[in-house]
């Protein structure tokens, strides 16, 4: 499975809109990317997948550009409960064991 | 719907004692997999069940280790005997098919003093 890389953490106030980057540079053809989120003392919490080019739902949006090295989750205005780990995880189609890496801290102040 | 259900939500041992760890899936979901955190490390796959049968247990540490799941609903992980390094929070987690949308536990946090 191809290997992600996603900054350590990462600091925004109240309302601001949040963007993490995860580099996936080995990904494989029939590999699909997945964010969770995890809470202090809660199991990860699945936020959205996508393929290709952008997937929004009512949480977040996911944007994947051609070459698909790369992916960036987009929350919007967020709130201090949104303060979290956010995990980038690369899966692939029929296996379903999910690697999960370091994640992103996301720290929200008023 | 209820969720993934784990009991206990933390436990604090003795090295050499036994503890056992419950996980509830969601009802209907055929799918039930074991994880693992320990300390300053990543979350790490232990094992997969499909109904009652091991799909996949490559993630196992060692055979003090025993995972069941008898008659396909709930699941237990026994630990026996307990050592220090099998501190960590040990997360449940079910699907209904394939690996879209899986659904955590709240996890158990195990202390092995």
């Known amino acids: 499975l191809a290997k992600t890389t996603q900054p350590i953490s990462m600091d925004s106030y109240e309302g601001q809109e949040v963007n993490i980057t995860c580099s996936h540079n080995n990904i494989a053809t029939n590999d699909y990317i997945t964010w969770y989120q995890q809470f202090p003392s809660q199991g990860p919490r699945f936020i959205i997948q996508?393929?290709?080019t952008k997937v929004t739902n009512e949480v977040a949006s996911l944007f994947i550009p051609a070459d698909r090295k790369s992916s960036t989750l987009s929350l919007p205005r967020v709130s201090l409960s949104d303060t979290a780990v956010y995990y980038c995880l690369v899966e692939s189609a029929g296996y379903s064991t999910l690697t999960f890496g370091k994640g992103t801290m996301l720290l929200v102040s008023p | 719907e209820a969720g993934v259900t784990q009991f206990p939500s933390h436990s604090v041992i003795e090295k050499g004692q036994t503890v056992t760890l419950r996980c509830d899936p969601i009802?209907?979901?055929?799918?039930l997999y074991w994880y693992r955190r320990v300390m300053g490390k990543e979350i790490k796959f232990l094992l997969h069940f499909v109904k009652e049968s091991k799909q996949d247990e490559s993630g196992m540490p060692n055979n003090r280790f025993l995972a069941e799941r008898t008659g396909g609903t709930y699941s237990t992980l026994k630990v026996q005997p307990a050592e220090l390094e099998d501190s960590g929070v040990y997360f449940c987690?079910?699907?209904?098919?394939?690996?879209?949308?899986?659904?955590f536990g709240s996890g158990t946090r195990l202390t092995v003093v």
């Open positions: 009802s209907g979901h055929d799918n």
């Open positions: 987690a079910s699907t209904k098919g394939g690996n879209y949308g899986y659904t």
């Open positions: 996508g393929y290709k």
